[in-house]
T-cell receptor, first 112, second 115 residues
Framework: GENVEQHPSTLSVQEGDSAVIKCTYSDSASNYFPWYKQELGKRPQLIIDIRSNVGEKKDQRIAVTLNKTAKHFSLHITETQPEDSAVYFCAVLEGNTGKLIFGQGTTLQVKP | DTEVTQTPKHLVMGMTNKKSLKCEQHMGHRAMYWYKQKAKKPPELMFVYSYEKLSINESVPSRFSPECPNSSLLNLHLHALQPEDSALYLC??????????????FGSGTRLTVV
């Protein structure tokens, strides 16, 4: 089955700096890669996703890049703000089973 | 309606109790999922229903029993749980188990505490 690794496990940045979180996956047939933000006590919220026919996608301060050859994808947050502080999970949709396999999560702290 | 609704939001139950968690969506999604999430860990898949049929059971103990009465509803029946089963239980739905458009959406979860 699919295996997803996420790094780093914790990330601390100053407000206004950029943050990058990386994930690798194992199954070359996987073709959907969402990123979730989870605040304490709340549900995972989809913040951006990318499909295998696209290399990069941007939404305001958030971008995701995908390298299918190397089987990795990254979340980029620019001009970070304290409200960006949360746990971020990458995920990979495993083939046609519908199983969403999550990375272990990155705790992002943005210091004012 | 683009929501997945879960009830109750919080549940405290004893180890001899029987309770049920409920999940509802009206987005026409034909795949529904139960996930379990412990603190500071990623969600772990428990069950997948596709077109109201159980398609995946991730070796979940029988004290958890899923049920899909129709395409909009998903239940999780709980019986004889252990304290280590305390967690956030998340329901999710998507258009199908595969394909180009998934619309994977999570409910707000039920915070379960077993005492």
């Amino acid at each position: 089955g699919e295996n997803v690794e996420q790094h780093p496990s914790t990330l601390s940045v100053q407000e206004g700096d950029s943050a990058v979180i990386k994930c690798t996956y194992s199954d070359s047939a996987s073709n959907y890669f969402p990123w979730y933000k989870q605040e304490l006590g709340k549900r995972p919220q989809l913040i951006i996703d990318i499909r295998s026919n696209v290399g990069e996608k941007k939404d305001q301060r958030i971008a995701v890049t995908l390298n299918k050859t190397a089987k990795h994808f990254s979340l980029h947050i620019t001009e970070t703000q304290p409200e960006d502080s949360a746990v971020y999970f990458c995920a990979v949709l495993e083939g046609n089973t519908g199983k969403l396999i999550f990375g272990q999560g990155t705790t992002l702290q943005v210091k004012p | 309606d683009t929501e997945v609704t879960q009830t109750p939001k919080h549940l405290v139950m004893g180890m001899t109790n029987k309770k049920s968690l409920k999940c509802e969506q009206h987005m026409g999604h034909r795949a529904m999922y139960w996930y379990k999430q412990k603190a500071k860990k990623p969600p772990e898949l428990m069950f997948v229903y596709s077109y109201e049929k159980l398609s995946i059971n991730e070796s979940v103990p029988s004290r958890f029993s899923p049920e899909c009465p129709n395409s909009s509803l998903l239940n999780l029946h709980l019986h004889a749980l252990q304290p280590e089963d305390s967690a956030l239980y998340l329901c999710a739905s998507s258009r199908s188990g595969g394909g180009a458009n998934y619309g994977y959406t999570f409910g707000s979860g039920t915070r379960l505490t077993v005492v």
